[in-house]
């Protein structure tokens, strides 16, 4: 039995240590906005957060987990959907067919959060997840605005 923090909850778990952190969230829990693609941490649809850094849940075993790691999936970034990315996102009508987009969010958010007025440059670096559909540069787009968005909440 494993206790993880996720979403602000704390939740026990009863799988095998070496169990993915994608498997707990998608089939112990029912939290299927984290997408399976790859499995091997290449192409970021299994994006979350844990403790605010961006981290391809395949790749991660929940024994390195515990309640002192604060896990956040795409359903715990906002509760009702007022997320500035989510924002952007709608506005720009950045997702094509929409599979990686949880994954790209995450790893959008994790960006804001230690850089709130990214580059081009940055975003490539920092947002390495892949697209099958190509809407690379509708991402970018959504980045800066919801950097703007951002901004002008704060004003």
């Not at 970021?44 to 790749?59: K, L, P, Q, Y």
């Not at 715990?76 to 949880?102: F, I, M, R």
């Not at 959008?108 to 850089?115: F, I, R, T």
């Amino acid at each position: 039995m494993t206790k993880l923090k996720i979403n602000g909850k704390l939740i026990d778990i009863d799988v095998d240590s070496s169990t993915p952190l994608l498997w707990v969230l998608r089939e112990q829990l029912g939290l299927t906005g984290t997408k399976y693609s790859c499995g091997i941490g290449m192409c970021g649809s299994c994006t979350v957060h844990i403790n605010g850094e961006a981290v391809r849940s395949c790749m991660v075993q929940v024994s390195s987990l515990d309640t002192s790691k604060d896990i956040t999936t795409i359903e715990g970034l906002s509760s009702d959907n007022t997320h500035p990315l989510q924002q952007a996102w709608k506005e720009l009508d950045v997702p094509q067919c929409g599979y990686c987009q949880p994954g790209m969010i995450m790893s959008a958010a994790a960006l804001l959060n230690n850089n709130a007025n990214p580059t081009d440059a940055d975003i490539d670096s920092n947002v390495t997840n892949i697209c099958r559909c190509g809407t690379f540069n509708r991402v970018r787009r959504g980045i800066h605005l919801a950097a703007d968005i951002t901004k002008r909440g704060r004003s």
